[in-house]
């Protein structure tokens, strides 16, 4: 079997590289999947055993293969969306799109679950159950994740388990690291604003200075995760935008702050969501000032399901030996809307290594640098095929 997954990714790496590439060289927004859509669905298209759904977001595909098979199924995710930044690299294939390229490695993730469905196609006689494959638009801006698993994708078949993967540049070529429980954070994005009193800048006495609040707020947020949050546990604090004014002489009657809180643990937004409320609301009215403080709900922490986290680590191992997996690394405080997924059903999603042999240091995830390494596919459509094959063929549930 392992010879035949071999060779049969051998077969498919070149239409893989190249769908890669063109991906990388027209990136889209999230929601605007459009034309990453219509290339996924005209290579599966083609495939035998495999049935392509009608879309339940606009822009997402999802396929079955062995639709009719009985037994369990298995649910292999990749994201497609891009990023609003402006590529720096002088790749071939870079960014034809100005101001748009993909920093997080999507298009990586398509081009390996799209060789993961040519291969397994090629073998589906094999395979135990049944395979959806869910390309799924907006990750990055809006949890397209959620909206999918509302709208039923892990329905009709239901979905006995859930596995996805994403490129991981701080981890040298090939290594799968993948841990039990909490392994990406939750997030909340907020926004605070605070109101004073406008004045001539000349006379700040008359006014209600905002930005001195605001100011004030920011160092404050600082603390609370310094000294509210318990050392042993993981919390984020940061305000990544701030607006007021509009010139140089002129005290602003408005300021408005925005950015993120990320945590590993429940207890521990609520935490830091009230303690926010309570740092904002009341440094402002020392000032003299008046703060509202909201949040959008972001994603949930992505909590890996330990039965499948063992079968992933456990098949990286026999692949690619002992030494080329980590099951120890600490959680990361990056966020992942494949957490509604594992919200509903096993789930587990594990990092592939991108950093190339000899390099110390990689350009990071959302930098316009990035690049996703071309090295890693057929190492991420190995994973796929062979926790596939695994999955379906075990007798427990969970794995």
Same mark, same amino acid.
Request: proline residues 8%; charged residues 20%.
């Given at each position: 079997?392992?010879?035949?997954?071999?060779?049969?990714?051998?077969?498919?790496? $070149?239409?893989?590289?190249?769908?890669?590439?063109?991906?990388?060289?027209?990136?889209?927004?999230?929601?605007?999947?459009?034309?990453?859509?219509?290339?996924?669905?005209?290579?599966?298209?083609?495939?035998?055993?495999?049935?392509?759904?009608?879309?339940?977001?606009?822009?997402?595909?999802?396929?079955?293969?062995?639709?009719?098979?009985?037994?369990?199924?298995?649910?292999?995710?990749?994201?497609?969306?891009?990023?609003?930044? +402006?590529? +720096?690299?002088?790749?071939?294939?870079?960014?034809?799109?100005?101001? /748009?390229?993909?920093?997080?490695?999507? @298009?990586?993730?398509?081009?390996? &679950?799209?060789?993961?469905?040519?291969?397994?196609?090629?073998?589906?006689?094999? &395979?135990?159950?049944?395979?959806?494959?869910?390309?799924?638009?907006?990750?990055?801006?809006?949890?397209?994740?959620?909206?999918?698993?509302?709208?039923?994708?892990?329905?009709?078949?239901? /979905?006995?388990?859930?596995?996805?993967?994403?490129?991981?540049?701080?981890?040298?070529?090939? %290594? *799968?690291?993948?841990?039990?429980?909490?392994?990406?954070?939750?997030?909340?994005?907020?926004?605070?604003?605070?109101?004073?009193?406008?004045?001539?800048?000349?006379?700040?006495?008359?006014?209600?200075?905002? *930005?001195?609040?605001?100011?004030?707020? *920011? %160092?404050?947020? +600082?603390?609370?995760?310094?000294?509210?949050?318990?050392?042993?546990?993981?919390?984020?604090?940061?305000?990544?935008?701030?607006?007021?004014?509009? =010139? =140089?002489?002129?005290?602003?009657?408005?300021?408005?702050?925005?950015? =993120?809180?990320?945590?590993?643990?429940?207890?521990?937004?609520?935490?830091?969501?009230?303690?926010?409320?309570? /740092?904002?609301?009341?440094?402002?009215?020392?000032?003299?000032?008046?703060?509202?403080?909201?949040?959008?709900?972001?994603? $949930?922490?992505?909590?890996?399901?330990?039965?499948?986290?063992? &079968?992933?680590?456990?098949?990286?191992?026999?692949?690619?030996?002992?030494?080329?997996?980590?099951?120890?690394?600490?959680?990361?405080?990056?966020?992942?809307?494949?957490?509604?997924?594992?919200?509903?059903?096993?789930?587990? /999603?594990?990092? &592939?290594?991108?950093?190339?042999?000899?390099?110390?240091?990689?350009?990071?995830?959302?930098? $316009?640098?990035?690049?996703?390494?071309?090295? %890693?596919?057929?190492?991420?459509?190995?994973?796929?095929? @062979?926790?596939?094959?695994?999955?379906?063929?075990?007798?427990?549930?969970?794995?």
């Amino acid at each position: 079997m392992a010879d035949l997954i071999t060779r049969q990714i051998e077969r498919a790496l $070149p239409e893989v590289v190249a769908l890669r590439h063109a991906l990388h060289a027209h990136p889209e927004l999230s929601r605007g999947e459009h034309e990453t859509a219509r290339r996924v669905r005209q290579m599966l298209g083609g495939l035998e055993g495999l049935e392509v759904l009608e879309p339940l977001m606009e822009t997402d595909v999802v396929a079955i293969l062995n639709p009719a098979r009985e037994g369990r199924c298995l649910a292999l995710r990749a994201d497609m969306d891009a990023l609003p930044v +402006q590529e +720096q690299t002088d790749v071939p294939y870079k960014s034809q799109v100005p101001g /748009v390229m993909h920093a997080c490695g999507h @298009e990586g993730h398509v081009a390996i &679950l799209v060789g993961t469905a040519m291969v397994l196609s090629r073998m589906a006689d094999t &395979l135990a159950g049944r395979v959806k494959f869910i390309f799924q638009p907006d990750e990055e801006d809006g949890g397209g994740g959620g909206v999918l698993c509302e709208q039923g994708v892990l329905d009709s078949p239901p /979905v006995d388990a859930a596995v996805a993967l994403h490129g991981w540049p701080a981890e040298a070529e090939g %290594v *799968i690291s993948v841990r039990p429980g909490p392994c990406m954070a939750a997030n909340n994005p907020f926004a605070i604003t605070v109101r004073g009193r406008g004045a001539h800048g000349a006379y700040p006495h008359r006014g209600v200075d905002p *930005i001195v609040a605001a100011a004030q707020i *920011i %160092v404050g947020l +600082q603390a609370i995760v310094a000294r509210n949050v318990d050392p042993l546990d993981s919390a984020v604090a940061t305000v990544g935008h701030i607006s007021a004014g509009s =010139t =140089t002489n002129v005290i602003p009657t408005e300021c408005v702050m925005t950015g =993120t809180l990320r945590y590993l643990r429940p207890e521990t937004g609520e935490l830091l969501r009230r303690r926010l409320c309570e /740092v904002a609301e009341q440094t402002a009215k020392a000032h003299g000032a008046q703060a509202q403080v909201t949040f959008d709900p972001g994603y $949930p922490p992505m909590n890996n399901d330990p039965e499948l986290t063992r &079968l992933i680590a456990d098949t990286a191992a026999d692949l690619f030996g002992p030494q080329q997996v980590r099951t120890d690394d600490p959680p990361t405080m990056g966020v992942e809307d494949f957490a509604y997924y594992a919200q509903r059903v096993p789930a587990a /999603v594990f990092h &592939l290594g991108l950093r190339p042999a000899g390099v110390d240091a990689y350009p990071g995830l959302h930098t $316009p640098a990035f690049d996703f390494n071309d090295a %890693v596919l057929p190492v991420g459509i190995r994973m796929f095929c @062979e926790i596939a094959k695994r999955f379906l063929s075990s007798a427990n549930p969970a794995g």
